[in-house]
């Protein structure tokens, strides 16, 4: 949640002024929000510890609590890069990014997974991923000609406040996005059973695949080309329109499919344990698919 909106959500910035080295001081903009983001939530972890692990019910956690920091950081640099990259329209170097971060995470916490049982393994996937995807990243803009020489204070102030709107009206949303996304977990582990949650967060992470994986790219294409259609016409609505009907005409058939098979399906792939999961997945269909086209 908190990866999402380190930056202050002036990552999508990026991909709108004419020259880049505007859209680099936007970059630097959301560099010193991630360092002070994170400078507070070190803070709040090495003040409130207690407190937390009371609020989480859970004492196993607390080595892990300084970890937030790190991953935050990471989360909010790479949605940086990712837009950078992006906006230099290198799109193949984006695809091999998520190729790369979802085959380090899935090793390293199976590596991991075998030798110590536990959030270890889960915990540094996440973090080790988005770092070696972060360097890639990196090693892809260095490609292109940047000139960090015209990084200065008074353009960085001149771009956040030309670009104001996405922490005013963009931060919100997406928070409200992610809390509705996480708060079900909350219920469910308050509500019935930790065995319950793991049943869940299983069809959420095999119902979130569509979104991860098609959804994320399209959505990021439909920035890149809204921006064009902005600067020749002023709005972005046919392309808007067009990114619509997109998700929708991919979305129903895929999903379509999934809410006749996936209770069968998660029997078959994962064993005859896991129906109770493709239950569930079966009454959460609606909700992805609404998620698939909304936050794509």
């Not at 004419?18 to 983001?37: C, T, V």
């Not at 540094?124 to 090693?139: C, V």
Request: charged share 10%; with cysteine.
């Amino acid at each position: 949640i908190l990866g999402t909106i380190v930056s202050g959500r002036y990552e999508l910035a990026i991909l709108l002024p004419e020259r880049d080295d505007d859209a680099i001081n936007i970059f630097a903009l959301g560099l010193l929000i991630i360092i002070l983001m994170v400078m507070i939530t070190v803070i709040i972890v090495m003040v409130f510890n207690d407190s937390i692990l009371l609020l989480l019910n859970n004492q196993n956690m607390q080595s892990w609590l300084y970890f937030i920091p790190v991953a935050v950081c990471f989360i909010g640099c790479h949605n940086l890069l990712i837009y950078l990259n992006n906006r230099f329209k290198d799109f193949k170097g984006l695809s091999n990014s998520f190729i790369i971060k979802s085959s380090a995470s899935a090793l390293i916490q199976v590596s991991i997974g075998i030798i110590k049982q536990g959030a270890t393994g889960l915990i540094s996937g996440q973090i080790f991923s988005h770092l070696i995807s972060n360097i890639w990243l990196i090693l892809i803009v260095s490609k292109h000609k940047i000139n960090l020489s015209n990084i200065n204070k008074t353009k960085i102030i001149e771009m956040a406040k030309r670009y104001s709107d996405f922490p005013k009206y963009s931060l919100p949303a997406i928070l409200a996005n992610k809390l509705t996304n996480h708060l079900s977990n909350i219920i469910i582990a308050t509500i019935f059973s930790v065995t319950t949650l793991g049943l869940y967060s299983h069809v959420q992470r095999v119902l979130g695949l569509p979104s991860t994986l098609i959804g994320t790219s399209i959505g990021r294409v439909f920035f890149h080309e809204a921006n064009n259609e902005k600067q020749h016409t002023g709005m972005a609505i046919k392309t808007f329109k067009k990114t619509i009907l997109k998700l929708l005409f991919i979305g129903v058939p895929i999903f379509g499919l999934l809410f006749i098979i996936v209770e069968n399906l998660f029997a078959f792939v994962f064993g005859e344990t896991w129906r109770i999961a493709g239950q569930y997945a079966q009454i959460a269909i609606p909700l992805f698919f609404v998620q698939f086209v909304v936050s794509s």
